[in-house]
């Protein structure tokens, strides 16, 4: 049975992983958190520390472990507003602490969980993003989560701990999952929606394919490449999360049409860039590394989440 530890399991990626794994009893788990969960077995081993700058004992956290999850972060997702220093703090001074502490308890293999945010917001000229795409991230978080990927590269390769590099889209699988929350308040409240104009896609990534896929990587013996992509099959166009919205509160919006540049400029103009992209532009990845090397197919689509 092997030995992992999860940490950020009281996020929404790691408490679903947890219990995911829980469930096919093939290891044995440990947690690091800010806080307990009533969700998980009684076998899940659960460590709690309020600040993790702040942890005084490594050894019930990583003794006797084998492979490391990485998840813990600030992120863009949380409801509070984080600066650049927020996000240093644990997205890299705490994860150089933690690889050092690795190295000591002979650590053998370190997960990281990144994002597809490091390429940048949006695809330019029609081009996927794949793992051979230039780095450009655009905000303090995912700067964060690329200097974490060039500072796990630094220090595994330093202690001989094989790594893996996980880059992906934003996740999904669960009824008003906050990544679709701005778009859901919209419909919800009857507001005109400029639905001609919602032409763009996303690559996606379900909460299943996303745990499938850790499962498949934690009975692998040896890593065949270091940084991949994951993501769904089928990129998710933003007009059918609307119509799914507007389908499940029954709404009555006004479906109008504006030149596209006016909304552009609109937005702009009022410092809403960030709404303007992820909007109405396209954000896809390839997934053909993860299929290549690791022969992994994801299950799930966004016609499960529905």
Request: glycine content about 2%; some cysteine.
């Amino acid at each position: 049975m092997k030995k992992i530890l999860i940490t950020g399991s009281s996020g929404y990626l790691g408490k679903k992983l947890v219990i995911y794994l829980g469930k096919k009893r093939s290891f044995k788990i440990r947690t690091l958190s800010r806080r307990k969960t009533n969700d998980f077995n009684n076998n899940v081993k659960q460590v709690t520390y309020s600040d993790f700058s702040n942890i005084f004992n490594y050894k019930k956290i990583l003794e006797n472990i084998e492979t490391v999850v990485h998840l813990a972060a600030y992120s863009n997702e949380s409801k509070k507003t984080y600066n650049k220093n927020d996000f240093e703090k644990i997205n890299i001074f705490f994860l150089k602490k933690l690889l050092k502490e690795c190295k000591k308890y002979k650590i053998k293999k370190f997960i990281f969980v990144s994002t597809s945010k490091v390429y940048g917001e949006h695809n330019i000229n029609g081009r996927v993003f794949s793992i051979n795409s230039k780095t450009n991230p655009q905000n303090n978080y995912s700067l964060s989560k690329l200097v974490g990927e060039k500072i796990v590269k630094i220090y595994c390769k330093l202690y001989k701990i094989e790594f893996l590099i996980i880059r992906m889209p934003m996740v999904y699988g669960e009824k008003n999952n906050k990544n679709f929350r701005l778009l859901e308040n919209y419909v919800k409240y009857h507001l005109p929606i400029p639905l001609k104009n919602f032409n763009n896609s996303k690559s996606v990534l379900h909460i299943e394919n996303f745990c499938d896929f850790i499962f498949k990587i934690l009975q692998i013996n040896k890593f065949k490449i270091n940084i991949i992509n994951i993501c769904d099959n089928n990129d998710l166009f933003t007009y059918e999360l609307i119509n799914f919205f507007i389908k499940k509160y029954n709404s009555k919006n006004l479906k109008i049409y504006l030149p596209i540049n006016l909304i552009k400029y609109s937005l702009y103009l009022i410092g809403k860039k960030n709404i303007y992209e992820k909007l109405f532009l396209n954000n896809k990845i390839s997934n053909s590394s993860a299929k290549f090397f690791y022969n992994w197919r994801p299950k799930y689509s966004f016609k499960d989440y529905i």
